[in-house]
């Protein structure tokens, strides 16, 4: 369910090849909207809640976050950064022995659960537990002869994980999608990239599903739509734009999850969709003054 999905991977090398040309969240000073240790939460179901927070930190100091598809290579490099942001990690995971592999040095601020997004909310409730600040999302199916797998992970997955949320009172949910989801809307049905990866069950339609889902949930998103996820390390400047803009481009994974950590910690990324890729001849800009270009929704 990782974002190391084969899936994911030929994106990966489908957008390389092709390139086509054609309120407020935490930090030390900052007080959360996240889920604190105690927090009364007025919601109405589908609308934003009213939230009044009581902060207690606990001993640590450290607010943990609980990373879905923690395995994957952007999973990976999302619960990397997190750590050494100075966060504790949860990282939920299918499989905690493949899991020990690949987070292989013991971290008291690593902690190792077992979830699977397609098993339901409750069990995934019981896997963020109640000392989650927040959840990212990092899913993403694995490819298959089965097309519904899409819908399985990236939609009713992503549902699962949100209504694990509502039901904890968790406050801040980032996911990371990906651009051309809304394809058809943007006139780029018949784009190489969006015809190639709706070949997959529909991807890009269950992913915007999810997004649509998560936008009336009334939890504090930040959506993150990179372009083409590459393993190299980054090569060129992000560039932000707002929903349904980019239809072309790539990113590096580790800038791509860079973006998911400061969205927990930029008030400006506050009910927004971003997408993202990289170009070497865009100027350095800081994550406050990018996340601040993009108008809420």
């Known amino acids: 369910m990782a974002n190391s999905s084969p899936m994911f991977l030929l994106r990966t090398s489908f957008f390389h090849a092709f390139t086509i040309t054609t309120t407020k969240p935490f930090s030390n000073s900052i007080i959360s909207p996240f889920k604190p240790h105690q927090l009364h ?57 493949k899991a020990k592999t690949i987070f292989p040095n013991p971290n008291q601020d690593l902690q190792i659960v077992k979830a699977d997004v397609t098993e339901g909310s409750e069990k995934l409730a019981e896997a963020i537990g109640d000392d989650s600040d927040a959840v990212v999302c990092a899913t993403g199916f694995q490819y298959s002869w089965d097309l519904l797998a899409p819908w399985k992970v990236d939609y009713y997955g992503t549902v699962n994980l949100v209504e694990a949320c ?87 994974r580790d800038q791509v999850a860079e973006v998911a950590v400061e969205a927990l910690l930029q008030p400006q990324s506050s009910y927004k969709v ?11 800009k800081s994550f406050e003054e990018l996340f601040s270009s993009i108008k809420e929704r």
């Open 41 to 97: 939460i007025k919601s109405t179901k589908m609308e934003r809640s009213e939230i009044t927070a009581e902060i207690e930190v606990g001993k640590s100091g450290k607010k943990k976050i609980f990373v879905s598809g923690a395995t994957g290579k952007t999973g990976k490099r999302i619960v990397e950064q997190l750590l050494a942001k100075g966060f504790s990690v949860k990282a939920g995971v299918r499989d905690a022995e």
């Open 166 to 252: 509502r039901k904890l009172g968790v406050t801040k949910f980032v996911l990371v999608s990906s651009i051309l989801v809304n394809g058809a809307a943007m006139g780029q049905l018949l784009n190489p990239a969006y015809v190639f990866l709706n070949a997959f069950g529909l991807v890009l339609v269950a992913k915007l599903q999810a997004e649509q889902y998560i936008r009336k949930s009334g939890i504090n998103y930040t959506i993150i739509r990179p372009g083409g996820l590459k393993n190299d390390p980054p090569n060129g400047n992000v560039v932000m734009e707002p929903e349904d803009t980019l239809s072309e481009g790539s990113i590096s």
């Open 274 to 284: 971003v997408e993202i890729v990289a170009r070497t001849e865009a100027p350095k």
